[in-house]
């Protein structure tokens, strides 16, 4: 056990710096899932090398987060780890397609005002849609809590004044969105979120469930145009997804089940 004067000391060299460390950290974890298939071979014992090393990730992460992160810094302790009930589970799953839908028209509004944004309807073969829901696990399952994680937990979680955590959010939703390259801006939005979500709940797992709500819509939406129920549109730069009516109104009513059962769960505390 380090004497209190050293873990202090350690506290205030740490914290200042905690978003760049964290932002780092993650990077290196991400890279380290990506190099199964760094040469582009997608096999599924190249994927499953890499649903592997993600849990592996994803476990260190945890006890950084548990273990280290609360004894170097005791107001990382005002943020729970405990896991939501499967009725909060479900009411935010109800909810992250309408913000995907509306994270759609809000990147392609502001792309707009600067250029031209080119359209055009999603096409998938039976073969590439297998590739994509190969990857799909990664993206639901691991992704989301090792990205959830490092970049909102491990950065945010130190700092104990609101306004210090919604800078630290900003802050990190834009590395987060320039990890994403050409989804730059919907990755920045989305993260934005995620780490209001966070902070506002104070429990990383109602972030990490929009976040797979949001990938999980993803893969839903690439069925639904191989199996030709209906029409998106897709502009590749930047990433934008623009479903038709029906998913919309789809997304809305999803949306107000989710919300109605959450109000009821939250009012009856």
Request: aromatic share 10%; hydrophobic share 55%; net charge neutral.
């Amino acid at each position: 056990m380090w004497p209190f004067s050293m873990m202090n000391a350690l506290s205030r060299i740490l914290k200042p710096i905690m978003p760049i460390l964290a932002a780092v950290y993650g990077l290196m974890m991400i890279y380290m899932t990506a190099m199964p298939m760094a040469d582009g071979n997608e096999t599924l014992g190249r994927q499953g090398l890499s649903w592997g090393i993600t849990l592996a990730a994803i476990a260190l992460t945890y006890v950084l987060v548990r273990r280290v992160e609360p004894s170097v810094f005791p107001e990382a302790k005002q943020f729970s780890l405990k896991l939501p009930t499967p009725a909060v589970v479900l009411g935010l799953l109800l909810l992250a397609p309408l913000w995907g839908v509306a994270e759609g028209y809000v990147v392609y509004g502001l792309t707009s005002l600067i250029h031209t944004v080119q359209m055009e309807p999603i096409t998938y073969t039976p073969e590439e849609l297998r590739e994509d829901l190969l990857a799909s696990v990664h993206a639901i399952l691991l992704a989301p809590v090792l990205e959830e994680l490092c970049y909102r937990q491990l950065a945010i979680s130190p700092f104990r004044r609101r306004g210090a955590q919604i800078i630290v959010c900003v802050v990190m939703a834009l590395l987060f969105g320039i990890l994403h390259v050409r989804n730059f801006l919907g990755a920045s939005i989305d993260a934005m979120l995620y780490g209001l979500v966070f902070i506002w709940t104070r429990n990383i797992w109602y972030a990490v469930i929009l976040h797979m709500g949001h990938n999980l819509m993803a893969t839903l939406l690439a069925i639904y145009c191989m199996l030709g129920l209906g029409e998106i549109q897709m502009s590749k730069t930047p990433v934008i997804l623009l479903p038709d009516t029906t998913v919309v109104v789809t997304a809305v009513i999803m949306a107000l089940i989710g919300w109605v059962m959450l109000s009821s769960l939250f009012f009856q505390k």
